[in-house]
C-alpha cells in the first residue's frame, strides 16, 4: 500500500484509516513539535503529487481488506491540503464509501478560495491553531514565508462562514511558550471568530522535531481548558485502544523488534512495514508503559529496551 495506512488508533477518531496525499514532510509549516521530525519541503505551491485515480482505487482495495474504520482521514505525512485536487479525492472516497471522511490540517492554506471550496464534501475538519500573534506563529509552527498569522487565522474564520459541517480546531500548547494564560487568551480571542464545534488541547507527548520543547503538565492542560469553556478538552488517551485486536499485537511486534536492536521510527517502520504515523503512536505507547527508553547518538533518536525488561512480553 502506497497511499493508505492502519487503520491506526487515533485519539480523537477512533480507528481511522489514513490516507497520504503528499510525500513524507512537504508542508507549510516546520513546527517545532512535530512528531514527524523537521520538514524537508517547504512549500505553499498546490500540487497533483500522486494521481487521484491511485490513491481512490488503493482506498477502495483497503477496505475491502479490513473491518469498517471509523473514518477515513486525509492527513499522512504532510499538509493534506496541498494536494491541488483534494477535493475530487474526498468525493471519489465518498462515491464507493459511506465511511465519513476527515481532513487533518494545520490549517495554513483556507485563505485560498479554492481550498476551502475543496474540503467542503468533507463530513470533518480538523485544522489547527497554536499561536494568537505573529510572534509566537513565526516561533511556533516556522511557516513558509509567503504565510502571515494574519493571514492564516483570517483564513480559519472564512472557512467557517462558508463550512456547514462540524470543525474541531486543534490548540498545540508548548511548554513555556504557549501554555501559559496570557498566550492562551490571545489563542482564544481567535477561537471566538472561527467558532468551531469543539477545541481540542495537545501538548507534546510525543518526541519533537527539536528537542527544546517542553510539554504542558497534565494539571495545566486542565486549567487551560477552562479558559475556552465547554466545548474545549483535553485530547483524551489513546493508548486503551492499543490493547485490542490488531493494534495489541502490532505494539507487540515493535517491542519483539526493540528488545532485539535499538532502532529508529525509520528502522522500525521498514523491518515492520508501518506508516510513520503508526510508528511513533506504538513507540509512544510503549514508552507510557516503560518497556522502550529513548536515547540520541549524534543526531539520531533511537529507541530500545530497558536492561531490566530484557524477555519480558507484557
Given at each position: 500500500?502506497?497511499?493508505?495506512?492502519?487503520?491506526?488508533?487515533?485519539?480523537?477518531?477512533?480507528?481511522?484509516?489514513?490516507?497520504?496525499?503528499?510525500?513524507?514532510?512537504?508542508?507549510?509549516?516546520?513546527?517545532?513539535?512535530?512528531?514527524?521530525?523537521?520538514?524537508?519541503?517547504?512549500?505553499?505551491?498546490?500540487?497533483?503529487?500522486?494521481?487521484?485515480?491511485?490513491?481512490?482505487?488503493?482506498?477502495?482495495?483497503?477496505?475491502?481488506?479490513?473491518?469498517?474504520?471509523?473514518?477515513?482521514?486525509?492527513?499522512?505525512?504532510?499538509?493534506?491540503?496541498?494536494?491541488?485536487?483534494?477535493?475530487?479525492?474526498?468525493?471519489?472516497?465518498?462515491?464507493?464509501?459511506?465511511?465519513?471522511?476527515?481532513?487533518?490540517?494545520?490549517?495554513?492554506?483556507?485563505?485560498?478560495?479554492?481550498?476551502?471550496?475543496?474540503?467542503?464534501?468533507?463530513?470533518?475538519?480538523i485544522p489547527s491553531l497554536d499561536a494568537g500573534d505573529e510572534k509566537i506563529f513565526s516561533y511556533v509552527n516556522r511557516p513558509h514565508?509567503?504565510?502571515?498569522?494574519?493571514?492564516?487565522?483570517?483564513?480559519?474564520?472564512?472557512?467557517?462562514?462558508?463550512?456547514?459541517?462540524?470543525?474541531?480546531?486543534?490548540?498545540?500548547?508548548?511548554?513555556?511558550?504557549?501554555?501559559?494564560?496570557?498566550?492562551?487568551?490571545?489563542?482564544?480571542?481567535?477561537?471566538?471568530?472561527?467558532?468551531?464545534?469543539?477545541?481540542?488541547?495537545?501538548?507534546?507527548?510525543?518526541?519533537?522535531?527539536?528537542?527544546?520543547?517542553?510539554?504542558?503538565?497534565?494539571?495545566?492542560?486542565?486549567?487551560?481548558?477552562?479558559?475556552?469553556?465547554?466545548?474545549?478538552?483535553?485530547?483524551?488517551?489513546?493508548?486503551?485502544?492499543?490493547?485490542?485486536?490488531?493494534?495489541?499485537?502490532?505494539q507487540e511486534d515493535v517491542f519483539e523488534l526493540l528488545r532485539r536492536r535499538p532502532c529508529s521510527v525509520d528502522d522500525i517502520s521498514?523491518?515492520?512495514?508501518?506508516?510513520?504515523?503508526?510508528?511513533?503512536?506504538?513507540?509512544?505507547?510503549?514508552?507510557?508503559?516503560?518497556?522502550?527508553?529513548?536515547?540520541?547518538?549524534?543526531?539520531?533518536v533511537l529507541y530500545c529496551r530497558y536492561d531490566n525488561h530484557e524477555g519480558r512480553h507484557r
Amino acid at each position: 500500500m502506497r497511499y493508505t495506512f492502519g487503520p491506526v488508533p487515533s485519539r480523537r477518531l477512533g480507528r481511522s484509516l489514513g490516507v497520504d496525499l503528499v510525500p513524507f514532510k512537504t508542508c507549510t509549516y516546520n513546527c517545532i513539535y512535530c512528531q514527524l521530525g523537521r520538514t524537508t519541503s517547504r512549500i505553499i505551491t498546490l500540487r497533483e503529487f500522486l494521481q487521484v485515480k491511485d490513491i481512490i482505487g488503493e482506498v477502495a482495495r483497503r477496505l475491502q481488506d479490513i473491518p469498517r474504520p471509523d473514518y477515513i482521514t486525509l492527513s499522512g505525512s504532510g499538509e493534506p491540503t496541498l494536494h491541488s485536487r483534494i477535493g475530487d479525492i474526498i468525493s471519489g472516497i465518498k462515491k464507493i464509501s459511506d465511511v465519513p471522511v476527515a481532513v487533518l490540517t494545520n490549517g495554513s492554506l483556507f485563505w485560498i478560495d479554492t481550498v476551502r471550496t475543496a474540503v467542503q464534501e468533507a463530513d470533518l475538519l480538523i485544522p489547527s491553531l497554536d499561536a494568537g500573534d505573529e510572534k509566537i506563529f513565526s516561533y511556533v509552527n516556522r511557516p513558509h514565508p509567503d504565510i502571515s498569522f494574519k493571514k492564516m487565522a483570517e483564513g480559519l474564520c472564512k472557512l467557517r462562514e462558508c463550512f456547514d459541517g462540524p470543525i474541531w480546531l486543534e490548540v498545540f500548547l508548548v511548554g513555556g511558550v504557549t501554555g501559559i494564560k496570557s498566550e492562551v487568551l490571545k489563542i482564544r480571542k481567535w477561537v471566538g471568530r472561527i467558532a468551531p464545534e469543539r477545541v481540542q488541547l495537545n501538548t507534546a507527548v510525543r518526541t519533537p522535531a527539536e528537542g527544546f520543547v517542553d510539554a504542558v503538565s497534565k494539571e495545566k492542560m486542565g486549567e487551560m481548558r477552562t479558559l475556552f469553556g465547554s466545548h474545549c478538552e483535553v485530547i483524551a488517551d489513546y493508548s486503551r485502544i492499543h490493547n485490542i485486536g490488531e493494534f495489541y499485537h502490532t505494539q507487540e511486534d515493535v517491542f519483539e523488534l526493540l528488545r532485539r536492536r535499538p532502532c529508529s521510527v525509520d528502522d522500525i517502520s521498514s523491518g515492520l512495514n508501518l506508516h510513520r504515523n503508526e510508528t511513533v503512536k506504538y513507540v509512544q505507547e510503549l514508552m507510557d508503559k516503560h518497556l522502550i527508553r529513548m536515547e540520541k547518538r549524534d543526531d539520531t533518536v533511537l529507541y530500545c529496551r530497558y536492561d531490566n525488561h530484557e524477555g519480558r512480553h507484557r
